[in-house]
Structure formats: structure tokens, C-alpha cells
């Protein structure tokens, strides 16, 4: 599969389960789907990493270093939020709340940025073929995530 539609096939499964997350008044629920949400998340960020944002980097262009960095910038931010997360509060508690809505408003602002920027960078670098080899890079590194 083309990298950038892997990649918007993970951001839209993402948006989903943190927004089912902030949705549900049940604290089993939340804690279920907070599971899902943080093991995707994780998997994701470490693939993008090394898949698109160091090919980014790779490039020398200036444009397409600070796009990597501020990627990498991003995700450092979330994974901080998500050990807070992990941090054992009651997920029906106005502090797991406030956390797990700041970890939505992030993510999206994250994600919209990825899909305004970062693809058109990645389109116009790297050719179709390339960006199929970097989604089947992006697939098998994912998989050698553990999260
Ligand atoms: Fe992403
Ligand atoms: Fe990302």
C-alpha cells in the first residue's frame, strides 16, 4: 500500500478510538479502548519515525528536516502524555479526563498537520514506486513494534 495511505488508514482508526475514549462514561470501556488506542498509537509513531520521518531528514531539503524533527518533536509529547495515562488514575477520574481529552486535541492537531504537510513533502520527494516500497517498510515495521 502507498505510504500515505497507510499512514491516513492508521490516522482515521486513531482519531476514532481516542474519541470513543473521551466519549464513554464507563470506566471498563474507556480502559479497553484506551488499550487499543495506546497500542496502535505506539506502533504507528515508531514506524512513521523511521519510515517517513528519517527519510525526510534524509532528503537535506530544509523544509522536509524541520517537518522531520517537528514529527518527532510531536510524537515526544504524546508519549509523555501516554505514560501519564498509563499512570494508574481511575479513567472515570477529571484527571484521566483532562489527560485523555489533552491527548485528543493533540493527536488531531498532529494528524492534520501530517496529511496538509507532510504527504505533499512525501509526494513530491519520493516516487510512486518508493512510496509503495514505504509502505510495505512501514507494514513490517509496525509489526516489530512492541507496544
Ligand atoms: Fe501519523
Ligand atoms: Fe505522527
Known amino acids: 500500500m502507498e505510504i500515505t495511505k497507510a499512514l491516513h488508514t492508521d490516522h482515521q482508526e486513531l482519531k476514532k478510538l481516542i474519541r470513543a475514549v473521551n466519549k464513554s462514561e464507563d470506566g471498563a470501556e474507556r480502559e479497553r479502548l484506551f488499550t487499543q488506542f495506546a497500542e496502535l498509537l505506539v506502533k504507528h509513531s515508531r514506524a512513521e519515525e523511521k519510515v517517513v520521518y528519517d527519510a525526510l531528514i534524509k532528503t537535506g531539503e530544509e523544509e522536509e528536516e524541520e517537518a522531520g524533527y517537528e514529527g518527532y518533536t510531536e510524537h515526544g509529547l504524546a508519549d509523555s502524555l501516554?505514560?501519564?495515562?498509563?499512570?494508574?488514575?481511575?479513567?472515570?477520574?477529571?484527571?484521566?479526563?483532562?489527560?485523555?481529552?489533552?491527548?485528543?486535541?493533540?493527536?488531531?492537531?498532529?494528524?492534520?498537520?501530517?496529511?496538509?504537510?507532510?504527504?505533499?513533502?512525501?509526494?513530491?520527494?519520493?516516487?510512486?514506486?518508493?512510496?509503495?516500497?514505504?509502505?510495505?517498510?512501514?507494514?513490517?515495521?509496525?509489526?516489530?513494534?512492541?507496544?
Open 82 to 147: 501516554l505514560a501519564q495515562l498509563k499512570g494508574g488514575a481511575d479513567p472515570m477520574s477529571p484527571e484521566w479526563s483532562a489527560q485523555a481529552k489533552v491527548m485528543m486535541e493533540i493527536l488531531e492537531h498532529h494528524i492534520k498537520e501530517e496529511e496538509d504537510e507532510v504527504f505533499s513533502q512525501v509526494k513530491e520527494d519520493f516516487d510512486t514506486t518508493e512510496r509503495k516500497d514505504m509502505g510495505d517498510a512501514f507494514e513490517a515495521q509496525k509489526e516489530k513494534v512492541k507496544a
